[in-house]
Nanobody, 116 residues
Framework: QVQLVESGGGLVQPGGSLRLSCAAS????????MGWYRQAPGKERELVAH???????IYSGSVKGRFTISRDNAKNTVYLQMNSLKPEDTAVYYC??????????WGQGTQVTVSS
């Protein structure tokens, strides 16, 4: 059974850091690119960061320089290190597996709230 299980969300003050993790089934982790998306209330889901099986990365302009995506092939896990967090980063963050043009699998989402 294909699974993507996120963890690491929570409440953090502006300027703080969080690291999100997404554990994936081995059957998909070795094949697909992985990504992080987010959806804020009243807004559409948007791409945050994307990493291919060869570790090529793409970031949205709003997080570039603050967030880092990485993958640990031994643990079938993808991470999103988020630094210098801002209130506008508040959203539900979703892990994805697939291609940049099409997501095949989604995680259940984890809430990130940036507030003082």
């Amino acid at each position: 059974q294909v699974q993507l299980v996120e963890s690491g969300g929570g409440l953090v003050q502006p300027g703080g850091s969080l690291r999100l993790s997404c554990a994936a089934s081995e059957s998909i982790f070795s094949i697909y690119a992985m990504g992080w998306y987010r959806q804020a209330p009243g807004k559409e889901r948007e791409l945050v960061a994307h990493i291919t099986t060869s570790d090529s990365t793409i970031y949205s302009g709003s997080v570039k320089g603050r967030f880092t995506i990485s993958r640990d092939n031994a643990k079938n896990t993808v991470y999103l290190q988020m630094n210098s967090l801002k209130p506008e980063d508040t959203a539900v963050y979703y892990c994805s597996a697939g291609r940049l043009s099409q997501t095949y699998y989604w995680g259940q989402g984890t809430q990130v709230t940036v507030s003082s």
